[in-house]
């Protein structure tokens, strides 16, 4: 069993779908390797470091974003927002192949390389939109997503709140649970209403990973 499909297994996805699921990543790696210099996608360019750093950590909250789209329906509609090379966004949609997922990057030559890796790994769940998120039309996401994005400031917490949908949910990655919430004190008039889930990343236990959740009332 490869580092990708052991990493996949443990953060508990099925056998069938880690067949289904694996070579695709693998696919995917290959790509964020030979664009990464000049499109600046990852910090990283090996291939090991791509498997625990970026696809084990993107699907880190396959359990959780499981529940939240167990019910979902024909209108359920995810973002990745400032998706960069695609993380999570191209992992997640990976994963849920019956969840449309949107990825929001505002650099043309990124888009492009999206457009091309949902191409290639035949992500028929996915469409890649050049724009900044500040001029995304209000209400237009039941989950958004975002990692390795700047801080939850007043500004960017308005942001995200008005294009997501009433009694959607923000899903925040992020680091060591003390700096969330010292960050939460700061938009706590705007997102009360917040969760903190302790996230396991098979090769980076010695790293704290939690995800934040905030439920739009």
């Known amino acids: 069993m490869t580092l990708l499909e052991s990493g ?5 996805i099925s056998k069938a779908e880690i067949e289904v699921i694996a070579p695709k ?6 790509e964020l390797i030979l664009f990464n210099s000049a499109y600046n996608l990852t910090n990283t360019s090996d291939h090991d470091e791509l498997v625990t750093n970026h696809i084990l950590d993107s699907l880190s909250t396959y359990k959780t974003i499981s529940g939240l789209v167990e ?15 695609g993380l999570p966004g191209i992992p997640l949609a990976a994963a849920f192949p019956q969840v449309k997922f949107r990825l929001v990057e505002r650099m043309a030559k990124r888009c492009a390389f ?14 890649v939109i050049n724009s900044e998120a500040e001029k995304i039309p209000d209400n237009s996401f039941n989950l958004v997503v975002f990692r390795a ?3 939850l400031d007043q500004k960017m917490t308005k942001t995200l709140l008005r294009i997501t949908k009433k009694d959607g949910i923000l899903a925040a990655y992020k680091a060591k649970e003390e700096s969330i919430k010292e960050e939460m004190e700061g938009i706590k008039d705007l997102a009360g209403n917040y969760q903190i889930e302790k996230l396991y990343v098979p090769g980076l236990e010695d790293k704290e990973r939690n ?6 009332s």
Not at 25 to 30: A, D, L
Not at 71 to 85: H, N, P
Not at 115 to 124: S, V, Y
């Open 211 to 216: 995800l934040v959740l905030i439920t739009k």
């Open 71 to 85: 019910k979902a329906d024909a209108s359920f509609i995810a973002a990745d927002i400032g998706s960069g090379g």
């Open 114 to 127: 999206l457009e091309n890796c949902a191409a290639i790994l035949g992500l028929k769940n996915v469409e």
């Open 149 to 151: 994005f700047r801080p």
């Open 8 to 12: 996949l297994e443990k953060c508990g």
């Open 25 to 30: 990543m693998e696919t995917y790696i290959k």
